[in-house]
């Protein structure tokens, strides 16, 4: 079994300033690990993903996450927010084999202050 | 681009109507799942399906069941609906591609009900 942990339900932050969104899990077996991000009355969307190789993983739009195999994070980070990334973050796990079942965090909220 | 997509955005019923919420997929792949999504909750898996008629209980099936006739096609019925099952329901597509896949799911743009 598997379990995501988002320990922040919320968080405020003013344009520009830096944000970070935790997040761990557990998992018995080796996991891929995810961001999905959802605007408002939209369905969620790839962030970025960490398959292997290079622990940080970045995204298009300034996001970037770092696997910590020992902590068990895969926290997501970014170093200027913009209003535009107002928006609901969920992390999530799959295993690498069987049937991949995804299990999610209960996400956070970021709220980006003028 | 790989396109998920749910029948209605927005459905409203009554207590014992039947629902069904249908879901499409355009990049065959193998994987369907349904999602019920609650204000701090997060996401909950409902059931997914892996194969044409083949379907496996995720975490809370309870009041739902699930139809795959086609690759492409996994509906999600509440045979009986009730004011609990007033929620936001997400419909995801991933592919396994002979062991290389990874999970990564493709999500339509999910149905609001309301049951009343």
């Known amino acids: 079994a598997q379990s995501v942990t988002q320990l922040d339900s919320q968080v405020p932050v003013f344009e520009e300033a830096p944000v970070e969104l935790r997040c761990n899990y557990s998992?018995?077996?080796?996991?891929?690990l995810f961001w999905y991000v959802q605007y408002p009355n939209q369905g969620l969307q790839l962030l970025l993903k960490?398959?292997?190789?290079?622990?940080l993983v970045k995204s298009i739009n300034g996001f970037e996450a770092e696997f910590n195999k020992s902590q068990t994070s895969f926290h997501l980070r970014k170093p200027s927010v913009h209003i535009s990334d107002t928006a609901e973050y969920f992390c999530?796990?799959?295993?690498?084999?069987?049937?991949?079942?995804?299990?999610f965090g209960t996400g956070t909220k970021l709220q980006v202050i003028p | 681009d790989v396109k998920v997509t749910q029948s209605s955005r927005y459905l409203v019923k009554r207590t014992g109507e039947k629902v069904f919420l249908e879901c499409v997929q355009d990049?065959?792949?193998?994987?369907m799942f349904w999602y019920r999504q609650d204000p701090g909750l997060g996401l909950r898996l409902i059931y997914f399906?892996?194969?044409?008629?083949?379907?496996e209980k995720g975490d809370i099936p309870e009041g739902y069941s699930v139809s795959r006739e086609k690759k492409e096609r996994f509906s999600l019925i509440l045979e009986s609906a009730s004011t609990n099952q007033t929620s936001m329901y997400l419909c995801?597509?991933?592919?396994?591609?002979?062991?290389?896949?990874?999970?990564?799911?493709?999500f339509g743009e999910g149905s609001r009900l309301t049951v009343l």
């Open positions: 399906s892996y194969d044409v008629k083949m379907k």
């Open positions: 998992s018995s077996v080796s996991v891929y």
């Open positions: 990049m065959d792949h193998e994987n």
């Open positions: 960490y398959l292997s190789g290079s622990t």
């Open positions: 999530a796990v799959s295993d690498r084999g069987g049937y991949q079942k995804v299990t």
């Open positions: 995801a597509s991933s592919f396994v591609a002979g062991g290389s896949g990874t999970g990564e799911l493709f």
